[in-house]
């Protein structure tokens, strides 16, 4: 492969088709992880790319392939995930460009200071030669390990509504208020948790969280007055998380107006859910199932490269089982035969590639 | 009256008795508040004290009256409390003495600061004359003024129970961990914090309170690993309430066992019921009525300085309305008609004691 750090900073690979001037197939994922993780979130993606182009032993196809390292995908540094990504969809404007790091150091100014100039990152969007993105990426979830599974093949990434929800009742002395007088925050967020739980676990497919409650004034001997309670809600099909979401803000509203407390409510996030390509799922599942692997598809409930890609190109994504579930965290890990068996599902795919139309 | 501040730094005025050598009644309260608090938590019963003695007009009893502003009673500053009424019970201790406030000033470095030798603290415990003591008292919370009464009479002081339950399970992906593979130690807490209310709910005179609920890692993208919640309950009868800790540490456990969580507590106070004197309240009970008020008698959820002059001599307490149940905040208030009501039911008090057997 000839290798170049593109003008995002992307440490991008290209393999020669059998040809000059052929299209072109991206297999990639992000090199960066959250601080005090494990070995594998994004960088297995790209090593399994270049372990896959070492293993064709210098057999070329009707298509490039060009392996990509996305500089920038967690969004730690400056809040703003996808940087790398962003880049190659062509989607990073001047907003990205001056959102700062906690120093106020600007996403300009550290591509600057990285060598590159940060006018110029417009010269990392792809050709229209793209015939598509392929990315293999640990779980990150329980469920492959649930099923006794090493593959999943994502159909889509779930879109998120986050959602923070504030109860005011009134602060009042734990020894002296009686129970029917009380108008007690945390125990009115308390029922809407437990309702939250409820209405997720009989929706097929929804997840709904709440990760972040913060009591005010929190001591153990004041009713609490204050309740603010983070809501994430995630389905493939953004109607039926929207219709979720409503009925958890309804929730509160009864849960609220019953024990005279009140509720009101802020949207931090509405991000639509992203189909993977229909036609590269079908063939990412072949190749599973050719390697030998049962075959499952599954939705995929963070987010990923291959959501900015998919708005580029066709896009397809390949999970590997988390043991344990476990990610971000130094205990994150995958299973060698796992590896060996996206690899050889990995050679498959080009196969197929290679066979169809599209090449 | 003779006024003088005594080794403990309470201030003591003396109201001679018809003549010299006759037993003492103390009335009095505490002079000190919390940060950012009222007017009226405390100090009112010292001034009340002493115009209930003012508008005696020099009439004598056949017993001293000793009004008492005790110097220490919230315990913010060494983080101990009823420091002053405590002298008066002869119940300070070195390990008191030694405590430390936040910039590590002893108890008894404090006492000698003001001018007073700690090592003549003893000096401060009233003597064997004792026949009584009378508190007035802001209610501090709603009870009364829901029942539109401007008095009640404390018949105890309700015992607590303060324990930390600690919930863990496991911090997990809020996008990729579907709902029946969770161990989410918020919502486990969530179930338990209604079940301790509806619990409370349905004993009478019974209050429990989760004021506190720390969540760990408290991300709204995180399922909660651990969550941390104060528990705090009390009552009158002491079996009662550790029946009903017991009952919602059984619930705790029960939860986590259903929700593959573990939990653990910790206590952190256990602390007795303190019964008022039963001739003193019936006494106080006629003197109420006698005036032309209800009588109510009622449980103070909150620990006073007659809790602690109890355990040194018959010990009664009249609490006033709080408008609003507001206390230990600028909005802290009393009505002036239920404060001339404390005065009228007070003089009856004196005048009921003057007649009994007692004096």
């Known amino acids: 492969m000839s290798?170049?750090?593109d003008a995002a900073g992307n440490i991008r690979g290209c393999y020669p088709a059998t040809r000059p001037g052929m299209p072109r197939l991206f297999i990639g994922s992000h090199l960066d992880t959250v601080p005090r993780a494990g070995a594998f979130d994004g960088v297995l993606g790209v090593v399994l790319a270049v372990a896959l182009v070492k293993c064709l032993s210098?057999?070329?196809f009707k298509f490039q392939i060009e392996v990509v390292g996305f500089s920038e995908e967690e969004g730690v540094r400056f809040g703003v995930p996808f940087i790398g990504s962003r880049a190659l969809a062509g989607t990073?404007?001047?907003e990205l460009l001056n959102s700062c790091d906690g120093d106020g150091v600007r996403v300009r100014d550290a591509i600057r200071a990285f060598g590159l100039d940060p006018s110029r990152i417009g010269d990392a969007r792809v050709d229209d030669d793209a015939i598509g993105y392929l990315e293999f990426h640990i779980e990150q979830g329980p469920v492959l390990e649930s099923l006794d599974l090493p593959l999943g093949v994502v159909q889509a990434i779930a879109g998120q509504s986050r959602i923070d929800v504030v109860f005011e009742g009134k602060a009042n002395h734990a020894g002296t208020t009686p129970m029917n007088l009380r108008r007690d925050a945390l125990a009115g967020a308390a029922e809407w948790?437990?309702?939250?739980?409820?209405?997720?676990?009989?929706?097929r497919g929804l997840v709904a969280t709440v990760g972040r409650l913060d009591v005010q004034p929190g001591a153990g001997n004041v009713i609490a007055g204050h309740a603010l309670a983070s809501l994430d809600v995630r389905h493939a099909d953004d109607a039926i998380r929207k219709q979720a979401a409503a009925s958890f803000l309804a929730g509160a509203n009864e849960i609220a107006t019953r024990r005279g407390l009140s509720v009101s409510w802020e949207s931090r996030l509405d991000q639509a859910s992203v189909?993977?390509?229909a036609s590269l799922v079908e063939s990412l599942g072949q190749s599973v199932q050719h390697s030998g692997y049962p075959v499952h598809q599954m939705v995929s409930g963070a987010g990923h490269d291959a959501m900015i890609m998919a708005g580029r190109m066709p896009a397809a994504m390949l999970f590997l089982r988390s043991p344990g579930g476990v990610s971000h965290h130094p205990d994150e890990t995958v299973?060698?035969?796992?590896?060996a068996a996206a690899l050889v599902a990995g050679k498959e795919f080009l196969e197929k590639l290679e066979e169809s139309a599209l090449s």
Chains 1, 2 share one sequence.
């Open 58 to 60: 210098e057999r070329r």
């Open 193 to 203: 948790i437990c309702r939250v739980e409820r209405e997720a676990q009989n929706t």
């Open 335 to 339: 299973r060698p035969e796992d590896v």
């Open 3 to 5: 290798v170049h750090v």
């Open 92 to 94: 990073v404007d001047d």
């Open 275 to 277: 189909a993977m390509d």
